[in-house]
Every structure is written in C-alpha cells, then in structure tokens.
C-alpha cells in the first residue's frame, strides 16, 4: 500500500517537491522516508563526495555520514523548493570536513577509486576510463563542477551559487572540463 | 562526441561506481536516532558499569600488547623486495603482509617516478598501481618501450612466486587498458654473491641484474658490461629476437619495436644495396640485435648461390658491416652507409663506424651527433626541422647512460624526447599541447576557418563529408543532424564527423590533410 503510495507521489510531484515531502515525512518520525531518499539521492552524494575526496573509501564513510545527518537535521530544512542543493551543501562540508582532519590521505592512486567498479558486471571499460579521466584529469574546481552538472543534474546558475563562483567562471571550467573529456575519452577509443 | 552523450557516461561511471550499502546506510542513520532515545535512561547504572569497564580495560590492555607483537612483527619486518625496471629502477620493500615499508629509486628516472608520493604502511597492490600509472603518465612505458620488468626477491620461494605472477597479472592487465600492449617480465631472484657483487658493480637492481645474466648464458654474443646501459625493452627485445629462453625470467606480450625502423624496411634496405630485388632474395635470418653498442638488425640472405650477410643500424638505417660470400671467395666490409658499393666489388676495406659523423667533444666513436639525435626526434614527431621552433637540447649523463634530452614546438604541440646517445633508441617521448587544453570560453569545435589560410592543404569540410557519406554508403539527402568539426589530437589535424541516417548513428574521424578515415563509428538505436 506504501509503495503504491509513493510511485503515486513520485509520478504527481516533481522530484524536487518528492523530496520535500519525504523530508519533512522524517520530521514526522518516518524512518521508511530515509530509504525513498536514499534512492533519488544517493548516487549524486556519492559522486560529489567522490569528486571532492577523490578516495572511494572516504566518499563511502560520507555517504554513510550524510543520511545520518539528514535525518539529524530534517527538523531545521526549510522548504525553499531546494532540497537538492541543500543534501549537496551537507555532502560538501562533511568532505571538507574530512579533509581539514586527515589530509594525507590523498596518495592513494585513482586505480583505487577506478577498481570499485570491478564488482559491477555492467561496468564496462569506458566507464572504467571514464571515471579515471575524470579523477585524474581535471582540476578539482573542474571536477566538481561536471560532477554536480551531469550526473545531479544542477543548472550552470545553481552550481555557481552552491559553489559561491561567478557565473561565467563556471561556464568557462565546466565547457574547459569537457573539452579535456572529450579528447581524452576519444582517445581511448581509437 | 556531443556534451550530452558525455554527461550520460558520466553519470553512468559515477553511478555505477557507487558501493551497494543502501541498507547498512538506512540502518546507521535511523538506529542512530534510536539510539539518542535510549541513552538519557543509562545514567543511574553508571557505578556498576566503571568496575566493570576499569576490569575490561586492563584485560584489553594485555591483549593489545600480545596482538601488537603479533602485529608488529607481520608488518613492519621487511620480508621481501619487489624490484621495477623500465628504464627507471625502483625497489619496494615490503613486509610479510604485504605492505609497504619503503620504496627507493635506484636512477634518477625512478626518482622522478616515485615524485612526492608517499607509500608508507600502504597495500603492494596500490603502490604498484601507483608506481605503473606514474611511469605511464610520464611517457617512459608508451608505444615504442612497453616492457617492464618485475623481479621479487624473498626468502619464501613459494611465497615469492606466488606474489611475482599476481604482481605481473595486476600490472599486465594494467597495462592493457592503454592504447598499447604491454609486455610484462617477471621472475623470482636467485640470490647468489655472483649477482650481488655484479649489481653492485655496475650499480643496478637485482632484477636487471639476473635478466642480463641469463640473456648472457643463454647467448655467447654478449658479455654482461655489454648490456647495462640497455633498457628493459631493448633487453627484452634482443632475447625475444634470438629465440632465447631465459632461464629465470617469465614474459607475457610482446616487447615494442616501434623505435626501430622494422624488419621489412631492414631487408629492402639490405637488398637494395646488395643489388638485389627484395623478392628474389631469399631471406634466411632477420633478427635485431645489439653490437658494439648499437641496436642493428642482422639480415642474411641468399641469391644466386651468393650469401648475403649485412648489420643494419636500426635506428638510422646505416649500414655498419656486410659480407658477401660467393663459392670460394669472401669479402668483409665494414661500411659507411652512405657509400653504395655494388655487391661484387670485394676488397673494399672501408672501415668506419656506420653511424657517425665525426664531430665535436663526443668522447666514444659510437655516439651519435647532437644533429642525429635531432634528426631522430624530429622524424618520429613528424615535423621538418624548418618548423620547429624553441628547440632545446642537451647532452646528459644519466646512472651511466649517456642520452639527449630535446625539446621543441611544433604546430602547437611541445615534444619531449629522450634519445640514448649510443643506440639512438626513443627512451621518452612526451607531448603536449602547447599552454594546456585550456582555450578559454568556446566550446570544442575549432572554427576552421582561420587554420585553413594558414594550412592550405586540408581538405576542406565538403570534402570530409563527402569521404564520410561514401565510406557510411549513404546520400547527403538521406541525412540527418549532422555536425562537422575541425579537430586536433596530438598533433593530427582530423574533422569529426558526425550523422544519422535511417537508424544508425554514424561518427567519423577524417584526416584533415590526407583525407584517410582515421576512425568510423556506426550504432544502431534499437
């Protein structure tokens, strides 16, 4: 009945407004909230926390560390329509957080991080290079910006106030970024 | 490739990339919350709870000294080395359980390798892969040099083996996700005081060391001070082109011999100077080799009762020495290759270094020129001397190899190379393009109007379309969203085409200059 439920609300509301509402469900005392959280949200965290950290294990620690500290602050969300960003302003400090505490943590290679996908019958070698190129070879500006851009879906206008960057200065990293993408994964194709 | 199709491999990687812990998640954050309820009911047991834990305490303190022994001893008493050699040399000491106490570079390239990485305390499996990606991104393991050899040396034989073939599966599997193949070397170390004291003397690893002392048993031609100063590919090579088997040492792939000219250019160039036409010659051995310092190729061949013997400089193409052995008579001449002495002339005793020019300061007589090794880089970069600009280069003694280091721009790109001044082999190769990927605002697409007038000779859009259309077999009129871009990858000029037609999704690479179809991409939508 709660399921039929939800894929009610997620087909009516936008993912946006699905958000809100699940969030202020967990105000409420629903735990199962989390869960339907969870999974609109979920590979968003982790790949932000990833392009930041660069290091799998300490993105998965975050990931864990975020939907504690969602429900822990659900009570102090205010609706403005942004729930989104605000999930991705709290998988930001709990990064930098991270890295104000240990930071030698940063040799470990990107073979590391690349290396999570050998568990992943679908994970094929593009996406291996992918996600190399992508730790690898941009700028951590850069890196965060695609991030945030493709895989969570924020406008160039979002990320630049989430950011606390120009406008244009984001435009220029992220259309610089993908040119490196693009010769790098051409490349790999030849 | 458009934005959006990038976006979409991003996301996919990045999600896919994402650990399965959806549940250990849910319950850490919800227990959590359950938790904060229960604690406010602790305080009234706290005195019974401090006996206990004081006990608890001390029972755990003996079991973290017994344990700490246990694990002190497993990770911190060196057990074993792992060497690496490519050209740079490193060795990585590690525990019995593996992990890394301390890694040492041997050369000066190894040192530029390990750069300010720290491994300490870090898994063998990690530091490898680091060590490897360094080399890769710094040009030493590339096309032309893709061998790498890896040696271990500990007290447990078994143990040894085992780790040396993961270690050389890990690094071969590494390898074959690069646009090249790699070909991996691997063996476990027969410490005797022979190859101590000879490593010692000639100030390289144990690994190189025991790769050299068997390619010497296994083949009288060479002497060990010979082969030093080769890197691990011209080693490899010269094992595998003599059918050598190597005692200790195990391979996997194929050492690279791009650098040197080729077997068949070896055999024309024999031919031709011999007189003869390269399919009436009967061709009985084409092997490469090392001589005097000098990577060749041994050609023989026979035509009309005559036996044809030449060394040809791999590199350069120069002829070092020929003999022609007729029924009854035999003639030796060591050769100046730029003379051609047809083949029945004999006594012509001309004897001379093939590859050098006389010149200025360089020491040994089998040194090339500054100017050869010039040559060098710029053929193998594709540029004409007349277009190069900044050119830079040095002479430089490097743990007993003498090479050059050149550097120059060409067509917006900055090369680096790094010739061995005895053999002429490429030991690096970089490029870059020049200032960065960064060109400010504008999306990728290059306008192309402004390349034409400076490089008359591209083809032109219309053109690469057309070669596209052709090559996919369909009409222009059939066509639909179709995009056209001026590209430029490593140095090559190439429109990338891209078109839909019925179904299908075509993408082409077309060189802008000689038109050839660099790469075609078709994929249906099903």
Known sequence: MFLYLTSVIEAILTDSEALEKYISDIVGGDTDALGRIYDMTYASVFAYALSILKNRHDAEDVLHECYISIMNSAESYKPEKKPMAWIMTITRNLCYMKLRRHKTNSFIPIEDAVNVLDDKEEATLEDRIVLRECLASLSDEEREIVILHAVSGFRHREIAEMLDLALPTVLSKYSRAIHKLKKLLTKGER | ?526
């Open chain 2, 1 to 526: 490739m458009k934005n959006k199709d990038i976006n979409a491999r991003i996301k996919r990687a990045f999600t896919l990339a994402v650990p399965d812990v959806k549940d250990a998640v849910i319950k850490n954050a919800t227990g959590q919350k359950g938790q904060a309820i229960i604690m406010t009911n602790v305080t009234k047991k706290r005195s019974v709870i401090k006996s206990i834990t004081a006990f608890g305490v001390a029972a755990a303190i003996f079991v973290f000294a017994v344990l700490g022994g246990i694990f002190y001893s497993n990770n911190y008493t060196a057990a074993t080395v792992v060497s690496l050699d490519v050209n740079p040399s490193i060795e990585i000491e590690i525990s019995k359980n593996e992990r890394v106490l301390d890694v040492k570079a041997k050369n000066a390239d190894g040192e530029l390798i390990i750069g300010d990485m720290n491994f300490n305390g870090a898994d063998i499996d990690v530091v490898i892969n680091a060590l490897v990606g360094s080399m890769l991104r710094n040009g030493y393991l590339n096309d032309l040099a893709n061998s790498i050899l890896i040696s271990v040396d500990g007290k447990n034989t078994e143990r040894s083996s085992a780790l040396q073939a993961e270690l050389a599966e890990k690094i071969n599997s590494m390898l074959s996700t690069e646009a090249f193949n790699g070909a991996v070397m691997s063996q476990t170390i027969d410490k005797t005081e022979k190859l101590t004291s000879l490593a010692e003397e000639f100030d390289i690893t144990l690994g190189k060391a025991q790769l050299i002392s068997d390619i010497v048993t296994a083949n009288d031609l060479y002497t060990f001070a010979d082969l030093v100063s080769l890197s691990i590919n011209e080693l490899n090579l010269i094992s595998t082109s003599a059918g050598t088997t190597l005692e200790h040492v195990e391979s996997k792939g194929e050492a690279s011999d791009k650098s040197y000219l080729g077997e068949d250019v070896a055999k024309q160039i024999a031919a031709e100077h011999a007189n003869v036409t390269l399919d009436d010659a009967a061709f009985e051995k084409v092997e490469l080799d090392f001589d005097d310092g000098v990577m060749v190729y041994d050609v023989e061949f026979r035509h009309d009762g005559v036996e044809y013997e030449y060394e040809i400089n791999a590199v350069t193409g120069a002829i070092v020495e020929f003999d022609v052995d007729k029924d009854g008579g035999s003639s030796n001449n060591t050769n100046n290759g730029s003379d051609k002495a047809p083949a029945d002339t004999d006594t012509n005793t001309n004897s001379n270094n093939g590859t050098n020019a006389p010149s200025n300061g360089q020491n040994t007589t089998t040194e090339i020129t500054e100017d050869r090794a010039k040559e060098i880089a710029f053929t193998h970069a594709g540029v004409k001397a007349d277009d190069v600009k900044g050119l830079k280069a040095e002479r430089e003694r490097d743990d007993g190899v003498v090479k050059y280091e050149i550097e120059f721009y060409a067509d917006g790109i900055e090369y680096d190379y790094e010739i061995n001044a005895v053999t002429g082999t490429i030991i690096k190769c970089e490029r870059e393009r020049e200032g960065g990927a960064a060109t400010g605002n504008s999306s990728s697409a290059q306008p192309d109007s402004p390349s034409d007038t400076t490089s008359p000779t591209l083809i032109g859009k219309e053109k690469a379309k057309e070669i596209a259309l052709e090559h996919a077999g369909v009409s222009a009129d059939d066509i639909r969203d179709y995009s056209c871009e001026l590209d430029s990858d490593d140095g090559v000029l190439a429109y990338e085409i891209e078109f839909e037609s019925a179904n299908v999704d075509y993408e082409y690479d077309i060189n802008a200059i000689t038109g050839d179809i660099i790469k075609s991409e078709r994929d249906t939508d099903d």
